[in-house]
C-alpha cells in the first residue's frame, strides 16, 4: 500500500513522506487494514524496528486533524524524552502542540489541556489519574508503548491500573504496542482490540553464537556459513575489531555495570590502533567532554573517558545525564564503535548497531544464577541493524565453548519467548493502586473495588480475582489502620472496620484526607505510615527515616569491609538499632549507609568523594538524591497536613539542601539563576552570602569570581526582581512564613 492512498491531506502527507516512507511495510499495512484509522482498538505485536511507531503516528495524526486529544504512555523518562523530541522534529509544523510529562508526580497540571499530543510516564498518567485532572475525560487516542512490560514486577501493575482506568473514564480508541510475545491474543482479547502479529523486520537479522576454536573464534549462525576470526585470544575483542574493520558498530550486553565498564576497557585497548589520525583526534575531544561532566571527575569519569578516546564506551544508569547524552549522540553518529551496557537499554533508548553480541545469558538473583527470558533475548537483538544503514544486523551469543553455543541456540534462537502475566497481586504495588482507586474515587464500595479489579488483565488472564481479593482483604485493614480510609456498612457509621467484609454485603470505602494526600504524593501507605509515625529530631535521623522507606530500594550495601567503621558511626549518633542477630539487622544497616551518602551530599561533599568514600556512582547518587528529595517534599507535606509546623519546616530544609548539595547557610544563593553549589561556596567565602550582597557588590569582584559573563547577568537582574526572588525562597523552606 502507498502512503498517498491514505486519507491524509497533502501536507501531512509530504511531513510523513518527509521521513523516506513511501509505501506501508507489511505490519503496518495489517494494522490499517484492521481498522486503524477507523477508531478500532490493536494491539501490535512485532519486533523492534517493525515500524511500530510510525503506525502510532498515523493513528495519531489521524485523531489530530479530527481535533482529538492524544496520550503516548511509555515506561521510561529517556524514551518519553526520545519521543517527544521526533514528534516535535516531524509534526510542530503542522500546528500539533506536543507536550512532555514524566516528572511532578504531585500535580494535575491543568496545562496540559492545552496540547494535542501528551508524551506522558505510565506513573506520571496514573498521578494524574490520582490528581483527577478535568481534562482527561476528553482523550480520544491512547497508545501504549512496550505493553509487553506488564509482566514487570515493578512497572506492570501501574501500566494496568492505568489502562483499566482509562478504559472507563474515556471513550477513546487504544492502540498497544509490544515485541512479539506468545501471548499477544490475550492482551488483545482483554483490551477488547484487534490484534496485528508479525515477525517482519526491514533490516534482516541473522541470529548466531560465538565460541572459541583453538586459536581462532567461530561465529556459527543459524541460518548462513560461519565465520572463523584469528588473532585475539578473547572472543570479544576478535569480534569487535572485526567490527571496526568492517567500518561497523557493535553493542554488548553485560550483566553488569561493573562488567560494562572492565569490558569497555579490554576492548578500547584492542581497537583503538584501527582508528584513523582524524577518528582519534575527534574521540580525544569527546573524552574531554565525557571527562569533565562534572566539576571534580571521578575514576569513573576517568576511566570512560579513556574508553571513549579507543572508540569505545560504556553506558549504564551510573553515569550523569550529560555523559550518557553525549556517548548516545557519538554512538548515533558513528564516532563511538563500540558501546557496552547492561540489559535495561534494549528497552529504552534507540541505539542499533550492526551487530550485537550478547555475552552474559544468566543474572543472579535471590537462589543463585538463572539464565534470563527469552523475551529479554529477543529484545536485545533487536537492535541489530540499523533500518538507515544496514541491509542486516547479527545478533550473537556469545559462549565460552561449543556445547555451550548449542545449548544457547537451543534455549534462545529456537527457543519461544515467555507468555506475558499480569502482576498486579505483587503486594506493595496492589497496596498503592488500592488506596489511589478509593482516593480519587474510582471506587467508592468493597464491591466497587472488585468490580474495578475484575475489568484488569489479571482477571482476565486468571478468570477470577480470587487471589487479588484475599489480599485486598489484608489491604483494606491495613490502610485503616493507619487512617488512610474510613469504612461502613451502608453507610459510615465509624472509623471502625466492618469485620470480614461478609459476602453479600457492601461496605463503603472513603479515603481520610490524610489518606488522600498520601496517594497524591505517589507514596508506599506503608511508607508513608513510616514518616507519620516517626518522629526524627536531627539530619541524621531525618535522612535515616526516609532512607527506611520502600522507595528508597535498592540501598546502598555495606561491603564486608565496611562493616566496623559503619557500625561504629550507628554507636556515635546514638540511633537506637535492631540487635546483631535481628534479621532486619543488615537492612538497617545499609538504610543508614544511605543516610550517610545523603549527610555527606548535603555537607558539600563532591562526588568523586562520594564514590571513593561509598562506592556511589555520581548517576546513582542524582537517582538516590532525587528519591530523598521526594521523600523529604512528602515528609513536609505530610507534617503541614498535620499542622506540626516546626516538622514541616526541618524537612523542608533538609529537601532544598538535598536538591542542591549544600549547608544550609548557601540556600539563598543557589535559588538564584547561574548559582551552583561551586559558585555558592566561592561567593560565601568572599563575602557575598544573599542577593542584596550580590546586588551591591562591585561588577568587578563579581567578575573576578564568576566569570565577566555570568557577574554581567547577576548585575542586569533588577534588584526588584532579585528581592521577590528571594521571597518566594523563603517561603518555600519556611512552612509558617
Not at 245 to 268: D, M, W
Not at 388 to 395: H, I, P, T, V
Not at 531 to 558: A, F, G, W, Y
Request: glycine content about 6%; hydrophobic content about 40%; some cysteine.
Amino acid at each position: 500500500m502507498r502512503l498517498s492512498e491514505l486519507p491524509f491531506p497533502a501536507n501531512v502527507l509530504q511531513s510523513l513522506q518527509a521521513g523516506g516512507v513511501e509505501h506501508l511495510n507489511p505490519p503496518q499495512e495489517d494494522a490499517v487494514k484492521q481498522g486503524l484509522l477507523d477508531g478500532r482498538n490493536l494491539v501490535v505485536a512485532s519486533p523492534t524496528a517493525s515500524g511500530k511507531t510510525l503506525i502510532a503516528e498515523l493513528a495519531l495524526l489521524k485523531h489530530f486533524l479530527a481535533n482529538g486529544k492524544i496520550i503516548y504512555l511509555v515506561p521510561l523518562k529517556a524514551l518519553g524524552s526520545e519521543k517527544y523530541r521526533d514528534f516535535k522534529e516531524k509534526y510542530e509544523q503542522l500546528g500539533m502542540r506536543i507536550a512532555l510529562s514524566v516528572g511532578d508526580l504531585d500535580s494535575s497540571d491543568g496545562w496540559l489541556q492545552r496540547y494535542d499530543v501528551i508524551v506522558a510516564s505510565n506513573e506520571k498518567m496514573d498521578s494524574l489519574l490520582r490528581h483527577n485532572a478535568d481534562w482527561l475525560s476528553r482523550i480520544s487516542l491512547i497508545i501504549a508503548d512496550e505493553v509487553h512490560l506488564l509482566n514487570d514486577a515493578s512497572r506492570g501493575p501501574t501500566l494496568e491500573v492505568v489502562l483499566t482506568r482509562l478504559r472507563k473514564l474515556c471513550n477513546a480508541q487504544l492502540l498497544a504496542l509490544s515485541a512479539t510475545i506468545r501471548n499477544a491474543d490475550e492482551i488483545a482479547a482483554w483490551l477488547g482490540a484487534g490484534l496485528v502479529r508479525s515477525d517482519y523486520r526491514p533490516v534482516q537479522l541473522h541470529y548466531g553464537t560465538s565460541y572459541p576454536n583453538g586459536k581462532a573464534h567461530v561465529i556459527d549462525y543459524a541460518e548462513k556459513e560461519s565465520l572463523v576470526i584469528s588473532g585475539d585470544k578473547e572472543s570479544e575483542a576478535a569480534i569487535a575489531k572485526d567490527t571496526v574493520q568492517r567500518k561497523k558498530q557493535a553493542l554488548f550486553f553485560v550483566s553488569t555495570r561493573r562488567n560494562a565498564e572492565a569490558l569497555a576497557e579490554r576492548l578500547a585497548a584492542s581497537t583503538v590502533a584501527l582508528l584513523s589520525t582524524t577518528e582519534r583526534a575527534l574521540l580525544q575531544k569527546i573524552a574531554k567532554d565525557v571527562e569533565n561532566a562534572l566539576h571534580v571527575p571521578t575514576k569513573q569519569c576517568k576511566r570512560l573517558a579513556a574508553s571513549v578516546a579507543g572508540g569505545t564506551a560504556f553506558h549504564h544508569a551510573g553515569l550523569v545525564a550529560q555523559q550518557r547524552k553525549l556517548i548516545e549522540d557519538h554512538f548515533r553518529a558513528g564516532t563511538i564503535k563500540i558501546l557496552t551496557a547492561t540489559s535495561t537499554l534494549a528497552f529504552g533508548l534507540n541505539l542499533p548497531a550492526w551487530r550485537v553480541l550478547i555475552r552474559d545469558t544468566k543474572r543472579y538473583g535471590g537462589y543463585g544464577a538463572d539464565y534470563i527470558p527469552v523475551l529479554e533475548v529477543q529484545q536485545m537483538a533487536g537492535r541489530a541493524g540499523r533500518p538507515k544503514y544496514d541491509n542486516e544486523g547479527e545478533a550473537i551469543l556469545v559462549a565460552k565453548a561449543k556445547a555451550e553455543a548449542e545449548e544457547l541456540k537451543a534455549r534462545y534462537i529456537f527457543g519461544e519467548p515467555e507468555p506475558i502475566y499480569s502482576k498486579l497481586s505483587v503486594e506493595p504495588m496492589l497496596r498503592m493502586h488500592v488506596l489511589a482507586l478509593i482516593a480519587s474515587e474510582a471506587v467508592k464500595t468493597k464491591n466497587g473495588l472488585q468490580e474495578f479489579l475484575a475489568q484488569t488483565f489479571f482477571a482476565h488472564q486468571y478468570g477470577d480475582i480470587e487471589e487479588v481479593m484475599e489480599k485486598v482483604e489484608r489491604i483494606l485493614k491495613e490502610l485503616e489502620s493507619y487512617a488512610f480510609i474510613a469504612a461502613g456498612q451502608g453507610k459510615f457509621i465509624s472509623s471502625e472496620f466492618v469485620p470480614a467484609f461478609e459476602i453479600g454485603k457492601d461496605v463503603h470505602l472513603a479515603a481520610t484526607t490524610l489518606g488522600k494526600r498520601v496517594s497524591e504524593l505517589y507514596l508506599d501507605p506503608r511508607s508513608a505510615h513510616f514518616i507519620i509515625t516517626n518522629k526524627p529530631q536531627s539530619d541524621i535521623e531525618h535522612l535515616l527515616v526516609v532512607s527506611q522507606c520502600l522507595e528508597m530500594r535498592p540501598l546502598v550495601r555495606v561491603k564486608q569491609k565496611e562493616y566496623d567503621a559503619i557500625e561504629n558511626k550507628l554507636a556515635d549518633t546514638g540511633i537506637t538499632y535492631p540487635d546483631v542477630w535481628d534479621v532486619d539487622y543488615e537492612d538497617f544497616l545499609d538504610a543508614f549507609k544511605t543516610s550517610l551518602v545523603f549527610s555527606d551530599w548535603i555537607d558539600e561533599k563532591n562526588e568523586h568523594a562520594l564514590l571513593e568514600t561509598y562506592g556511589i556512582t555520581p548517576g546513582e547518587l542524582y537517582a538516590k538524591t532525587t528519591s530523598a528529595e521526594w521523600l523529604l517534599y512528602s515528609a513536609k507535606e505530610l507534617a503541614a497536613l498535620a499542622a506540626k509546623k516546626s516538622e514541616a519546616n526541618h524537612a523542608n530544609r533538609l529537601r532544598l539542601r538535598m536538591q542542591h548539595g549544600v549547608k544550609e547557610e548557601l540556600l539563598h544563593l543557589v535559588q538564584i539563576r547561574g548559582i551552583g553549589r561551586v559558585r555558592a561556596r566561592m561567593l560565601y567565602k568572599a563575602g557575598v552570602t544573599n542577593a542584596a550582597d550580590i546586588r551591591n557588590a562591585p561588577a568587578e569582584k563579581l567578575a573576578a569570581l564568576l566569570g565577566a559573563r555570568l557577574a554581567l547577568q547577576l548585575k542586569e537582574d533588577s534588584a526588584a526582581s532579585l528581592e521577590e526572588k528571594m521571597k518566594r525562597v523563603k517561603r518555600s523552606y519556611r512552612y509558617d512564613d
